[in-house]
Each structure stands twice: as structure tokens, then as C-alpha cells.
């Protein structure tokens, strides 16, 4: 249908240029454009602060941010495309560190030797072979075998020999860690409860169980 002298051209986001910062909307984005016609410096940079003060009121959010009050300016520039000439109250910023990606962090895809230990236990296991042989090592392999014990209880709940660990300990440092003789762990304290991370005690099978009975004795 043709437009009338009187109708009303109605536009849509689909025929117009995305916006770089939607959260803003486009009554900001005209602000800002109008901003650059402004020929005195002084009055353009004080509308900028109002604009600023705008664009804070339409995203709340932004405070939960550090240096938010830095950010909101920083949004002004990128919206007009970094091409704004104003006093800001902090530096412009700088297009190829914003826009740049960041360096892809490597993985560490090397196989984990024992997954009821995790792949932090291997990085403690080389730590301590590279100290020399005294008092010091010893007790870091002693804390390291009660840590392992725990960890090997909440995975196979059941009883462990501590033989079994220091066993593990050798496997996976290689052989280039020996357990000192005679090296001796504290006793399990059976109250203790080991629970598989992300569950709650008292759930599962055992604990419907015990609920079930423990319901059954109150009545």
C-alpha cells in the first residue's frame, strides 16, 4: 500500500543498522548522534555527562560492575564508533583492546592417572618430588596420604590399608617418591562421613532408609 500525504511512515529494527549496545536503545543512540553537532566542546561534554546519566538509569545493572561509573563512558564511546571528541573524566578507550580476543587458554588434555584422586593430586605429587629428602618431605607426603585416603573413602566407601596408599603414591609419582619407613597415619575417626561432592548426606538409599525407619519409631 502507498503512503498517503497524511499516513505515517512506520519504520523497523529489521530495516535499520543493528545496534552496538541494545540495552541502551535507540533514543540513546540518537542522543549520541545528535551530540556530535554540537560545535562548543564545553556544552557537548556536558551533554555526554546527561547522556551518561541516561544510559545509568536504563541499565541499572552496570553497578554490580567494578568501575562502573568508567564503564558507562566507555559504552558512550563504543556507541558512537569511538569517534567522540568530549572531556571525558576518564581516558577514551582503545579500540584494539576492546575489540581484540582474548589469547585461547590450553587445555591440559593428558590423561588423569587416578580419577578418584583428581589431576590436582599429580601436581602435588611432582611438588614434592622435587624436594630433598628430610623432615619437610615427609610430612608433605605424610599430609598428601591423608588427603588421598579421604579422598579414596568418598569415592569406594569402604576401608582402606594406608599400604594401599603409599602404594599409590609411588605408582603415580613414578617411583621418584618413596614413603619413608615406618610412616604412620592418623586413625580414621569413624563418626566422620564422606560424601561424594554434590551430594547431600542422608540422601540416596541408605538415608530414604533411614528416614523411613526413623519415621516409623516416632509414631
Known sequence: MEATENSIKLYYNTEVEPLKMPEYGRIVLGMVERLRDIPDR??????????????????PQ????????????????????????????????????????????????????????????ESIIDLIASEEDGDIKTAMIRSLAIYMRQQYLIWNKDTVADETIF???????????RVPEGLELSKIDQSASYSRPGMIQGHGRGGRNRNRNNRGKKK
Open 42 to 59: 564545553k556544552k557537548r561534554s556536558e551533554q555526554a555527562l546527561a547522556i551518561v546519566k541516561v544510559m545509568e538509569r536504563l541499565n
Open 62 to 121: 552496570v553497578h554490580q560492575q567494578e568501575n562502573y561509573e568508567q564503564k558507562l563512558w566507555d559504552h558512550l564511546y563504543m556507541i558512537a564508533g569511538y569517534d567522540l571528541d568530549i572531556d571525558s573524566p576518564y581516558p577514551a578507550p582503545v579500540v584494539e583492546f576492546i575489540t581484540s580476543r582474548p589469547e585461547k587458554i590450553p587445555l591440559n588434555t593428558r590423561p588423569i592417572k587416578a580419577r578418584h584422586y583428581g589431576r590436582n593430586i
Open 167 to 177: 602404594q599409590d603414591i609411588e605408582r603415580l609419582s613414578g617411583g621418584r617418591v
